[in-house]
């Protein structure tokens, strides 16, 4: 049986571009790749005892979202997506590129990558995170954040909640980075 690879047409093909940005490369990602790159805005993910090391670096550089969000199954991530997408919409609307990051890019960053790419290309969730997957192997964001994620995909009523009803939305139990342009 042939290896059938599923296909999303209005989805940018970036994963040529992707490749520049694999794990084994992360120490290489320095200011000066940073800019190479052509990186205007950054999210920056981090829960309260990470924020010495995961912080803004370059506020005259770049234009920061920095959002604390903890790695863990009964987070609530809905309520960042809402300003995670104005924030990148927002880049991406003036030509930039938003370069979204966390401690190890494996669960928070992923799980805002796959929300903004259900939401904004209309996809589930089973496609949204194999399309970010196939640019970064290593993702996997944790069992809440999967529900959370799934819950969203299942109804599509990401954008048309307000912050009020995503509060009351609960995970049932259970980053480094990624490049939109």
């Not at 290896?3 to 989805?11: C, G, I, R, W, Y």
């Not at 490749?19 to 200011?31: A, F, G, I, K």
């Not at 590129?97 to 805002?112: D, E, F, Q, T």
């Not at 995909?153 to 480094?176: A, F, I, V, W, Y």
Request: glycine residues 4%; aromatic residues 10%; hydrophobic residues 40%.
């Amino acid at each position: 049986m042939e290896d059938v690879k599923l296909q999303f047409p209005s989805l940018p093909l970036c994963k040529e571009e992707a490749e520049d940005w694999t794990y084994p490369m992360r120490r290489e990602m320095q200011l000066s790749v940073l800019q190479k790159c052509g990186i205007t805005h950054v999210i920056c993910i981090r829960q309260n005892i990470e924020a010495n090391f995961i912080k803004p670096n370059f506020q005259q550089l770049f234009r920061y979202l920095v959002l604390d969000i903890a790695d863990n199954p009964v987070e609530n991530i809905i309520r960042f997506f809402l300003t995670s997408k104005e924030f990148i919409d927002g880049c991406l609307q003036t030509g930039g590129k938003v370069l979204i990051h966390g401690n190890a890019g494996i669960s928070r960053s992923a799980a805002l990558v796959i929300a903004y790419i259900m939401e904004t290309f209309g996809i589930k969730y089973r496609d949204a995170f194999t399309y970010v997957q196939e640019r970064r192997f290593c993702i996997n964001p944790n069992a809440g954040f999967v529900h959370q994620l799934q819950a969203v995909s299942n109804g599509h009523l990401m954008m048309k909640m307000n912050l009020e009803t995503c509060r009351c939305l609960q995970p049932m139990r259970d980053n480094r980075w990624l490049v939109l342009q």
